[in-house]
């Protein structure tokens, strides 16, 4: 009886154990209310992307192009809703929502108080 | 009455911005480097105050910090803070060329004895801390002067 118990739970494990897997960042939508590339092309346009190439990744649409500072990028959109379900930068980290930006800060001292960075020319 | 009160607002908010925005100017500091036959040159630029005491950085030029040891004079008043100096290094100046930096800076540091500092390095060469130094003042805007081995000329203008 034991031995059934523990079975059971390694084969119901081993059963789990790649939907746990499964990653976040996956899309489930069924291929009847998949909307056209086209829309997405113009979901990018609409956020001032450039697109280079647009794929079918993980169940999901996957551009690559250029956002409107000028980064590469390539985002995960969700066939359906066509809401970004991953952000990636050209460095490779996830940075869709955490509001960072391109500009680097000024550093903090009592000098550089302006609300432009410094810049530097060399000519 | 909700418009007016917004309009009241709107009006102090405004009148609160404009002043703050007036308090910095654009300054142009411009760098020329004599034609010293080496490497290009690190330069670190800072200010400091009346009395000497190290209040900030505009800028540096040459990225690598392994190197910044060589700007004795900045890396002792700012007791090397790297991290301080985040988004305001570029790259190396060569002999011969020049280093135009654009910086917002408070009114209130002209005509109060701020002085700007330029320390100067190039590889196999003599460091040179502070071959710069001028005070900040209205009235030396736009003058040029020369500097002891590296700097042909600098000017800061308004």
Not at chain 1, 61 to 76: P, S, W
Not at chain 2, 109 to 128: N, Q, T
Request: glycine share 12%; with cysteine.
């Amino acid at each position: 009886m034991k031995r059934t118990v523990l079975i059971a739970a390694i084969i119901s494990g081993a059963l789990a154990s790649p939907v746990a897997l499964a990653r976040e960042d996956d899309c489930k939508v069924p291929m009847a209310q998949w909307q056209p590339r086209e829309a997405v092309e113009r979901m990018a346009k609409a956020q001032g992307w450039t697109v280079r190439r647009i794929k079918v990744d993980d169940g999901c649409y996957q551009i690559r192009g250029i956002d409107a500072d000028g980064r590469e990028i390539a985002v995960k959109i969700d066939p359906g809703s066509l809401a970004i379900v991953r952000m990636k930068h050209r460095n490779g980290r996830g940075d869709g929502d955490d509001g960072r930006s391109a500009v680097p800060m000024p550093p903090a001292n009592e000098i550089l108080t302006g609300p432009t960075p410094p810049k530097a020319v060399i000519q | 009455m909700r418009i007016k009160t917004l309009i009241a607002g709107l009006a102090m908010t405004t009148a609160l911005t404009v002043p703050g925005l007036a308090m910095a100017r654009p300054i142009t500091l411009t760098t020329t480097l004599k034609n010293y036959g080496g490497n290009g040159a690190y330069l670190a630029l800072y200010v400091t105050d009346a009395s000497g005491a190290y209040k900030g950085t505009l800028w540096v030029a040459g990225s690598k910090s392994k190197y910044y040891s060589h700007l004795s004079g900045w890396e002792r008043a700012s007791r090397g803070n790297v991290a301080g100096i985040n988004g305001i290094t570029g790259a190396s100046v060569g002999a011969g060329r020049t280093l135009k930096v654009t910086v917002d800076l408070a009114d209130a540091l002209f005509d109060a004895g701020y002085k700007l500092h330029i320390d100067v390095a190039a590889e196999d060469m003599r460091d040179s801390p502070s071959e710069v130094v001028v005070p900040l003042t209205t009235a030396g805007a736009g003058r040029p002067m020369a500097g002891r081995s590296y700097i042909q000329t600098f000017t800061y203008g308004m």
